[in-house]
């Protein structure tokens, strides 16, 4: 706590280094509330259709492959953990560690982008389920949707809030990423310490709050209608 | 020596105007002063940008086949004045003139929690605005600004996806305008000042900011979908694939309702401080002032539905709008009626503020009581998408809104620029709008409940006269509000000197010399008292 | 006193005048609390002006009762106001059992009506006084708005959904039909006139019509010429469900819902077939092929069928 | 200073019941409980999205006003849905025209 009072650490307009970390805090959390509602105009109309179009839902579901929604689950989880050790490191003053972990979170982030455009969004593209841009669902993509009396247009209907949601998240991700970038440039210059640590901690907040969005995408995109 | 210029008093201490020089001490500024004077400069330009498109609205409504333009181009002027009007006029021009202002003086800070956030916001600001008017200018919209689908999607031929992508970016303006509020007034008080003590526009501001982070990020998503639609013409509101248009109204209003409270919860809030300030008075009942703008802030996100009563929603879900609806009009009448009891017993002066703060009360009244009608399931079946609604809304933020910006920049302008305005001229432009606003307005009352549609370029004949007189007091509102405009920058450079309180008014921003110091207090100021204590035994 | 225009909109539903009623009531509350704001603004500043510019005035002494009185009267007036509004509303919003159907398809920019003998008109609606008339409405391209104001009716016209509302006019004579929700460049040329005639004359009106075809007879060449009969003929019972009395039967979907099959059901079940239990989901989708007009003859000619037990659907 | 240092063994034992939620959210799709995979699927997201929030961002430790934050943005989303779907799935109650009713055949 000492120190705290010497100049550039704390802001002009603040008093205290008290006072700048709460504001940089409660600030941060209302950002994330605005996020919220923004995903929210997305879950809203999900769950409308979804609720209209049961079987077109269920059948765009299986269109999809459930080992890539676990594996990104999986991913995210991890980059959370080190995530929060990041923070944790940057409390305590280590900078090696918090090096260490930035990079790892980079690294995680990064992977589930690459993964998601690379393989599983070109995937869907040679398999024509991309609404719009490649839309002619056929094979096996089409056997169950017949399988389920789907109607195609539904399934587009699902389809193209997946891609929005899945894009809209991965544009968070890349945002993120950069972010976390940006960071790990400062915190390798040695910009960070006990009485310092306010950015790590805020993008470590949007961090998780990305990962949050894809805990409920995941079985909302790629469960429905069990797999069994 | 003699010369006139000579006579101009100069403002010798050193303040946030003069503090440095050039327009780089300008556009990097991060004091929330100079940034309230980037967005007033901002404004004013698209309010007579927006004015001008409804002169020439008003203009051709003279004449039943149209006397000026082609419908196709009415459309357009409709559509660019709601949308300026609304999220690049009024939007911003409480909260981020006034509101950036006043905020950090009023609750003795030296700026806003993030400066730098402030900066950003107005250049997101000033990018929207370039986006938005080059869709105008490159061929103009013509949706309304309710971007209803499938016209915006599918069927409109104007410019849809680089105005609503205009309209998404000023979202994240207001969200970071109204983010940066909420974290000042919570963290930066100074000390004593407790919630209870707070200036009432604070409270209403605060309220106003509520609503900025709640319902700016649906809008922000909802327009998104729409461009994405627009452009891969496959969507989740197209009607070929299921998808429910609908669905696009409830989410824009969702928005769009406590969008309207965003824009007169501010007004409201420099209405407490103008009839404090010229009766010499407490408001009375402070706290059921500053809850109503709580009360309004949270039951306005419960009434969206009133404005699809006849939109195919199911009418159990219209009861239940209608119901919340008429919720929401009750803390606005606990405000007018507090307002007005603060008169007595007052001592009350009428300089052009406060003039201002008496036609906002009496014309917000005649607004919100027309809104009742509309709240009203059976009554707002006949009236809706008629004049009237054009009649009610623009009582509410021509009559209400605007005013309530008017009076708060006349009262805050010696505090602002160091001078005052002139009185006389002030008073002759406050008369003059209102009543040319009376006669614009009024006869569409009438007009609406005749049966005469909005958004109609040609009219039956039979609509005539009533029109007529809108158009003759359109073009009288119009010299009202080119006087002051006139007279306010001829006053920021050689109106006499202000004194640090002119008014002899209380509040924290009143006991810092005019213009503030760029630190605003030389000491932070520590509060014993409570807001507005004039009398003297308090 | 003539001013040039009238005061109120003509009254020539069965509806207007009770709406009317309503419509005076929140006129007579709104000039009520008008005139007090403006009376007391103007009584009170005028009283308490500035007499001299270093008075004060006496501090603000709270009134919680007072309070109470502001709220609570406020309060009492909504809730009349809220109660009389709705039950007009449901009362009108359900059309009476005797009331006849015609057809509204809204296009930019104009309105194509149909009647169910068979007759169609363009940005006019020939109706009988004193007969209850249903409107069922929709839209081939962007959301349009059947409203009469002289009638107090008003209904958006949704593509991809039908929507209802329904008058009685009392009057014979000519009334605006107005198109009130914007839709694009053409939207206040998308006017029309509701032609009120007395019931004989109405029955010339439609005898000099009357060459057309009866909608269910053109749905019926349509069954025929777009090949529904191959699935949906006699005695194809095994492979698609019969037709004949479906009309506002209670149809069970695969899914384990019940619906209704209105307007609206018929019309899903022709564009976007959806599983009826017990039957393969080989239907194709006729989105596309037929106009919204079409689908309305289809659903005429649907309706016209006779079920196996003899009751009928609601055209006989 | 201000921030809230928790230990590693906390990190990592919350990082471990994520992953076993996952694996669980992910097998039980592949049973049959009818409506209640979906009850199921969400409740466990809930579950997962809370450790996050309390721990990975501290919540449990923060002051009263964040929590009001979340709190309103989680409640006006509830609002948003709410209100919509009242709309949707109340549009059915409506009762089907009289004149429909007066040939009713019976269901099939
Ligand atoms: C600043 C903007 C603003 C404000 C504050 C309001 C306030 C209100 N509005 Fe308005 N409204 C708009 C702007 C605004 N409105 C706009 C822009 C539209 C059209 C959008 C479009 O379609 O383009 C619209 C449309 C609109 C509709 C939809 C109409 C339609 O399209 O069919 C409805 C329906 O309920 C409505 C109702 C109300 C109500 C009940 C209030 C209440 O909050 C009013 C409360 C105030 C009072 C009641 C007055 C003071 C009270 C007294 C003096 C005491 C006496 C009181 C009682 C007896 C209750 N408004
Ligand atoms: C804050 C909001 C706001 C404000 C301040 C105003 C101000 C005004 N509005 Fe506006 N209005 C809306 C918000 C607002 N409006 C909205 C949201 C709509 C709905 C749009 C839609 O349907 O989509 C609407 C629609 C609307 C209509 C209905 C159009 C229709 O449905 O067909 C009309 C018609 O009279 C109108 C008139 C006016 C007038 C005369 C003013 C006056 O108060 C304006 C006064 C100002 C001036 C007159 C400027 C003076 C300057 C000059 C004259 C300079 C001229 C310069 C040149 C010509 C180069 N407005
Ligand atoms: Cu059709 Cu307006
Ligand atoms: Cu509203």
Redesign the pocket.
Known sequence: MSGAHSGALVAHQFDDAEQQHASASLGMWIFLATEVLFFGGLFCGYTLYRGLYPAGFEAGSHLLKVQYGAAYTVMLICSSLTMALGVRSAQLGKRKALVTFLVLTILLGAAFVFIKLRFEWYGDYLEHIVPAIHWAPQGKALAEITRLGASLNHVELFMFFYFVMTGVHALHMIIGVGVMTWLLILAWRGRFSPDRYNQVEMAGLYWHFVDIVWIFLFPLLYLIGGRY | MGTAALEVPSISHVNYLNASYGWRSWLFTVDHKRIAWLYLVAITFFFFVGGAAATLMRLNLIEPQGALVEPATYNKLFTVH?LIMVFFFLAPAVPAVLGNFLIPLMIGARDVAFPRLNLLSWYIFMLAGSVFLYSVISGGVDTG??FYTPLSTTYANGNVMSAATGIFISGFSSILTGLNFIVTIHKMRAPGLTWFRLPLFIWSMYAASVIFVLAMPVIAITLALLVLERFFHVGIFDPALGGDPILFQHLFWFF?HPE??I??LPSMGVISELVAAFSRKRVFGYSFVAFSSVAIAVISFL?WG??M?VSGQSIYAGLVF?AL??A???P??VK??NWTATLHQGSVSFDAPMLYALGFIGL??M???T??F??SLAT?IH???TYF?VA??HY??VG??VMGYMGGLHYWWPKMTGRLYPEGWARLSAAIIFVGFNLTFGPQFILGYLGMPRRYAVYPAEFQVLNVMSSAGASILAVGYLIPLIYLLWSARYGPLAGPNPWGAKGLEWTTPSPPPTENFEEVPIVTEEAYAYAKET | MYFGFPFRPQQASTVSVAWDHLFYFLTA?AIF?SVL?FVAIFYLAIKYRRRSADELPPPTRENLPLEITWTI??LA??VVMFVWASSLFIRDSRPPAASTEIFVVGKQWMWKIQHPEGPREINELHVPVNQPIELTMTSEDVIHDFGVPAFRIKKDVIPGQYTTEWFEATKTGRFHLFCDQYCGMGHSSMIGWIIVMPPDAYERWLDSQMKVEPMSAAGSRLFSQLGCGTCHGPGQVAKAPSLAGLAGATVKLQNGQTVVADDAYLRGAILTPRQVAGFPAVMPTFQGQVSEDEVLQLIAYIKSLESPQGSKGKFQ | MVGHVLSKKLYVTVFALLIALTALTTGVAYIDLGAYNTVAALAIAVVKASLVVLFFMHLKYTPGMTRIALAAAVGWLVILLALTLADFHTRSWTPVPQSWQASTAPAR
């Open positions: 709601g600004w309710t769009g309207v409270y824009l007169i009434v009133h404005h009563f209608s609806s008429f929401v009009a009750i606005s009448a007018v009626f917000f009244t607004g919100g009581l809104g009742l509309l709240a707002d009236v809706h998408d609604i009610h809304f509410i933020m209400g809104a | 509350v609390f704001i009267v406020p007036l909504t």
